[in-house]
């Protein structure tokens, strides 16, 4: 495995880099990662070397503060050594001679909409990249399985497989590596952990936040698109996978995409998939328009701010299995958990009373915490059955999930990164369920902003 150089980010004035990649990188640094590392900022933007270093003091702040001098040190050094170079990407020309000027292995993060990054690649021949060059491709990677397709075939021109990294933030989330932990260091759970004893599996995102001002991206994805198509198929996978060999990249990603090509959505998509959008209304102290209403949005696109779908998983372990996934935007309450389901009890000795639920795992994203609902023989008269909960709070995460992610990259190791089959895949899957739903097959729902979704939601009996 290689070490990378250089971080060269492509759309660095843009809102991402601030927002989620330096502050990522920030903790990384902080922690003693990616030591030496050179940062290289590019982007259209006309921006000064000030403005520069005032958005990168800016995004490393927080983790100097908390860092040891160490750790401080480090930031300093990347701070003070950064660069911004104004650049069109999609030109000839360009970014190959910003390239011959870095120290390589170099990583190139494409913090970039898909079309701008399947143009800048195009313009780039392999005989150009520096040696070990890492190729980053920020998600939505391609908008659909023909130009995920068209995008693969750019990259694997330029460089191998191992060495591009498609993300997927939700991999570096603490929690959602916790599953793999939790499932396969335990041994009560594998036995029961398929069809026989698990009546369905939901993957709730639903997230208090409205449109915040991201209309440009937003309007022409959806909750599908943003939330489903890639985050929440990849827990769902983590749920369902057969325990690999080993947690390295190629045995657990081989797991993920099994499972991702026995999924699929059936129709009729009126059954198996909602699909609803915010009206005006009250989150916390803030009052939100019509999504509407939004600036930047075109009404007649009707995008969904919240869907949710069934998934089937045809394989031995799972066939019949509905695995419902969630996601809304300005919802009244905050909700990110996998809910696994267990069967009843096939027979309930005479004498007990008190039994109304089956057994529930809950796996919190945020607070992260697993939850698992049993039942006991609980005080007061010992034949009526209570319920209790086993909770264990997990540790806090050491680094931001982008901080995972970029640890992974810059050392080479693609195990957090979505493979190119796989991110294809995650097309295929949701592809005929978006085209019912621009043929309007499913009616657009409503829902107003700070409330549980629109009537009968969430959807119990779906699929
Ligand atoms: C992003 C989506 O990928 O993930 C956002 O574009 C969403 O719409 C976000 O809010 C959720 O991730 P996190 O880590 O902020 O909870």
Request: aromatic share 6%; hydrophobic share 40%; charged share 25%.
């Amino acid at each position: 495995k290689t070490t990378v150089k250089t971080l060269l980010i492509l759309g660095a004035s843009g809102d991402l880099t601030g927002r989620l990649l330096l502050p990522g990188l920030a903790g990384l640094l902080a922690s003693g990662g990616a030591p030496g590392l050179r940062l290289v900022g590019a982007g259209s933007d006309p921006w000064s070397p000030e403005q520069w270093s005032e958005r990168v003091d800016g995004a490393f702040a927080a983790a100097s503060k908390d860092a040891d001098s160490q750790g401080q040190a480090a930031l300093a050094a990347v701070a003070e050594s950064t660069r911004y170079h104004q650049l069109d990407v999609t030109a000839d020309g360009p970014l190959a001679e910003l390239l011959s000027q870095l120290e390589g292995p170099v990583a190139i993060y494409f913090a970039l909409p898909p079309h701008i990054s399947q143009k800048a690649c195009e313009v780039l021949h392999p005989e150009q990249l520096p040696a070990g060059t890492r190729l980053v491709m920020e998600k939505p990677f391609g908008s659909g399985t023909e130009s995920a397709h068209e995008l693969n075939k750019t990259l694997a021109a330029l460089v191998p497989e191992d060495h591009i990294h498609r993300v997927d933030h939700f991999l570096g989330k603490a929690t959602v590596l916790n599953i793999l932990g939790f499932r396969f260091a335990n041994r009560f759970l594998e036995p029961v952990w398929n069809r026989e004893h698990i009546e369905k599996v939901e993957v709730i995102f639903d997230e208090d936040l409205a449109l915040e001002g991201r209309a440009r991206y937003y309007d022409t994805a959806g909750a599908l698109r943003d939330m489903i198509q890639s985050h929440l198929l990849h827990i769902m996978a983590f749920l369902a996978i057969d325990p690999p060999a080993t947690i390295d990249e190629r045995d657990l990603r081989d797991a993920v995409a099994t499972v991702l090509r026995a999924s699929s959505i059936k129709a009729p998509f009126s059954a198996s998939t909602r699909r609803a959008r915010y009206t005006a209304g009250t989150l916390g102290e803030r009052t939100v328009p019509d999504y509407a209403a939004e600036e930047g949005v075109d009404p007649s696109r009707n995008t969904e701010t919240l869907a949710e779908v069934c998934v089937n998983i045809d394989n031995w372990r799972w066939k019949g299995v509905p695995f419902i996934l969630r996601s809304g935007k300005a919802m009244g309450q905050r909700r990110k958990e996998a809910v696994i389901t267990f069967r009843p009890v096939p027979h309930l000795p005479k004498g007990f009373s008190g039994l109304d639920s089956p057994n529930q795992l809950r796996i919190g994203f945020g607070p992260d915490v697993l939850e698992l609902d049993i039942d006991v023989n609980g005080p007061g008269d010992i034949f009526t059955l209570d319920r209790a909960s086993l909770v264990t709070e997990l540790n806090a995460p050491g680094m931001l999930p982008y901080g995972e992610v970029l640890e992974g990259i810059l050392n080479g190791d693609p195990l957090l990164s979505v493979r190119g089959d796989t991110a294809e895949d995650c097309w295929r899957i949701i592809e005929p369920v978006l085209a019912a739903w621009a043929n309007g097959d499913v009616p657009l729902e409503e829902y107003d902003a700070g409330s549980d979704g629109p009537a009968n939601w969430p959807t119990s009996d779906v699929g």
